[in-house]
Structures are given as structure tokens and as C-alpha cells.
Nanobody, 125 residues
């Protein structure tokens, strides 16, 4: 059974940092694209960042570029999202996703067929 388990979320003040982790089990994703999405209350799910099998990465909106960094450790079958200079608008449930079909970064959620349960990030002002 394949599982993606996120951790590292929580409550942080404006300007603070958090590092989210997503540990995969049940199969290896070293050759797969992995990504982070987020969903704020009352809003649609939003693409945050993705990382390909070779380590190349892409980011969603300009609001996260330069503040968020996605990385992966294939030996641990884990992907990370380092979030710095957090803002109240970053408050959301963050979801990890992995694709068994695609190797390169992709912003399109339906191309990811494995999803974690989500971790809450709340940024207080």
C-alpha cells in the first residue's frame, strides 16, 4: 500500500519559517515527479512547487518564488518544502503528491495519482 505522509505543519508568526516533509512508503518515487499543492478555506487547490526525478524544480505563483524551496532525498524517499518569510496568505492545508507516470515537474494536479492527507499551516499576523 502506497502512502504519502506529510509532517512539519503548524502555527507560525509572520516572517517565520517551516519545513514540510513528505515521506513515501510502499514504493520508491526516485524516478517520479513529486509536488506540493495547497488549499486555503473557500479557495481552489493551488499548485505550489514540483520537483522532477533529476532534481529540477518549478514553482507556482510568483508569491512563493524566492521564499519556498522544494527538495528531495531519494535515499529517504522523501520530499521537502522549505518555507521562509511566511505570510498570512500562505495559510492553507498543504498536500504532497507523487506521480507514477511522470518524471518531470508538472503543475497539473490530475497527473499526480498519489496524495497525502495534508498538513495545516497557519501564519498569524
Amino acid at each position: 500500500q502506497v502512502q504519502l505522509v506529510e509532517s512539519g505543519g503548524g502555527l507560525v508568526q509572520v516572517g517565520g519559517s517551516l519545513r514540510l516533509s513528505c515521506a513515501a512508503s510502499g514504493r520508491t518515487f526516485s524516478s517520479s515527479a513529486m509536488a506540493w499543492f495547497r488549499q486555503a478555506p473557500g479557495k481552489e487547490r493551488e499548485y505550489v512547487a514540483a520537483i522532477g526525478w533529476s532534481g529540477g524544480s518549478t514553482y507556482g505563483s510568483s508569491s512563493v518564488k524566492g521564499r519556498f524551496t522544494i527538495s528531495r532525498d531519494n535515499a529517504k524517499n522523501t520530499v521537502y518544502l522549505q518555507m521562509d518569510s511566511l505570510k498570512p496568505e500562505d495559510t492553507a492545508v498543504y498536500y504532497c503528491a507523487a506521480s507514477s507516470y511522470y518524471r518531470s515537474t508538472d503543475y497539473y494536479a490530475p497527473r499526480y495519482n498519489y496524495w497525502g492527507q495534508g498538513t495545516q499551516v497557519t501564519v498569524s499576523s
